[in-house]
Nanobody
Framework: VQLVESGGGLVRAGGSQNLSCVAS????????MGWYRQRPGKERELVES???????SLQESVKGRFTISRDYANNIVSLQMSNLKPEDTAVYYC?????????????WGQGTQVTVSS
């Protein structure tokens, strides 16, 4: 299984960015797909995760500004980010969790940098 992310880059505060992630390989049962981020000097943290149309986890600080969407047929997850703030600067990672039938297995993208200038 491979996750390939696209999007990211430099944006001014108040601006928008869209991230996209495509999962490829042998994928049977997806438990969840979403986005994490790692801000400078911080631990990796959940941004938003979704399963079958339901947002199962969402970070409070991005509510109303970030929106996750899924293309279930093609195993694509996107993150639309608006009203970006300098504190959103981070490396954003796509995450996929698969139910193997014997437990869950996690996969990660390579990460894409989002830098928000003030």
């Amino acid at each position: 299984v491979q996750l390939v992310e696209s999007g990211g880059g430099l944006v001014r505060a108040g601006g928008s960015q869209n991230l996209s992630c495509v999962a490829s390989g042998v994928i049977f049962r997806v438990n969840s797909m979403g986005w994490y981020r790692q801000r400078p000097g911080k631990e990796r943290e959940l941004v938003e995760s979704q399963d079958w149309g339901y947002v199962i986890s969402l970070q409070e600080s991005v509510k109303g500004r970030f929106t996750i969407s899924r293309d279930y047929a093609n195993n694509i997850v996107s993150l639309q980010m608006s009203n970006l703030k300098p504190e959103d600067t981070a490396v954003y990672y796509c995450h996929l969790q698969i139910d193997t039938g014997e437990g869950y297995r996690d996969y990660w993208g390579q990460g894409t940098q989002v830098t928000v200038s003030s």
